[in-house]
């Protein structure tokens, strides 16, 4: 045991000692607050020790009490804040652990009326189920609801940023409707925004290829309505693109669907969910013309 860790048990056990003194946590509490004051301290220290000697779980577990006692305090803010410390350590050994420590704070934001702190920890969430559970239903919902609470807060830039991960995991799910909905909703508040606008024509483009994945004539009847509301996207690569690739699905020709994704990927490279769908799509060509 390194002697960092063994000062973080020093304090546990003064903080233990402390609590025991006033008779627990009500004995504590009637014979005055600065017991409770004084042991979440402690708590706090053995907390800082434990992250220092790497030991995570312990760390987690005593800034869980250290929240716990602030909140019999009516101290929110920082109950809050510990248990969110508390989640930040166990995500290195626990998630499970992790998101019950955030929902804890979470629950106590909201009644703050802490909106924004409340949906940066839905996003913290929707990360853990995202790479550590792989749960991309889950993170999926945690993302809708971050976007809810910054939408609610008038945060849109924000609410947008968790929309389009929400729009991005829907359409890996087959779910194109939902997808669809979140860019072109995106799309519109975006395009007459000068800072924005040019992020506005990936949106189209990306709804316009989930809608080609459900159906080439209603994705034909988009584009055009794309063009007409936002007559830069007709200007742009993606626009002459989906242009190819429809003209290619209605020949089914799949030589020239090739031929038009290569063209657009040797001046801008195609991502993985790009690829991911197009392939999608062009599998559509290859089953015996089974396009819609």
Not at 103 to 130: C, P, Q, W
Not at 142 to 171: I, T
């Amino acid at each position: 045991m390194t002697d960092t860790e063994k000062k973080a048990h020093e304090f546990v056990a003064q903080a233990d000692k402390k609590l025991k003194s006033g008779g627990g946590f009500f004995g504590s509490f009637f014979g005055g607050s600065s017991k409770l004051e004084d042991a979440a301290e402690l708590y706090l220290k053995a907390g800082n020790n434990f992250k220092m000697a790497k030991q995570w779980s312990a760390a987690g577990d005593v800034f869980c009490k250290a929240a716990a006692l602030y909140l019999k305090l009516d101290s929110k803010h920082e109950g809050a804040s510990q248990y969110v410390e508390a989640g930040n350590c166990y995500k290195k050994t626990d998630a499970d652990e992790a998101v019950k420590c955030l929902l804890k704070a979470i629950e106590i934001y909201t009644d703050m009326g802490r909106f924004n702190i409340a949906a940066k920890h839905h996003v913290s969430i929707a990360e853990i189920y995202e790479n550590d559970k792989v749960d991309i239903d889950k993170a999926m919902s945690h993302y809708e609801k971050a976007a809810d609470y910054y939408k609610g807060e008038e945060s849109n830039s924000s609410a947008n940023k968790n929309l389009l991960k929400v729009a991005q995991y829907a359409a890996q799910m087959e779910q194109y409707d939902k997808a669809i909905n979140i860019y072109e909703q995106v799309g519109m508040s975006t395009m007459d925004n000068q800072l924005l606008r040019y992020g506005a024509k990936d949106h189209f483009f990306r709804a316009a290829l989930c809608r080609m994945c459900q159906d080439t004539v209603d994705a034909i009847n988009s584009l055009a309505k794309y063009q007409e509301m936002f007559p830069a996207f007709s200007e742009s690569r993606e626009c002459k693109l989906l242009k190819s690739l429809l003209s290619a699905c209605e020949d089914q020709n799949e030589e020239s669907f090739t031929d038009a994704v290569r063209e657009y990927d040797s001046i801008s490279r195609l991502d993985q969910w790009y690829t991911a769908i197009l392939l999608r799509i062009k599998k559509q060509i290859d089953n015996d013309g089974d396009m819609k």
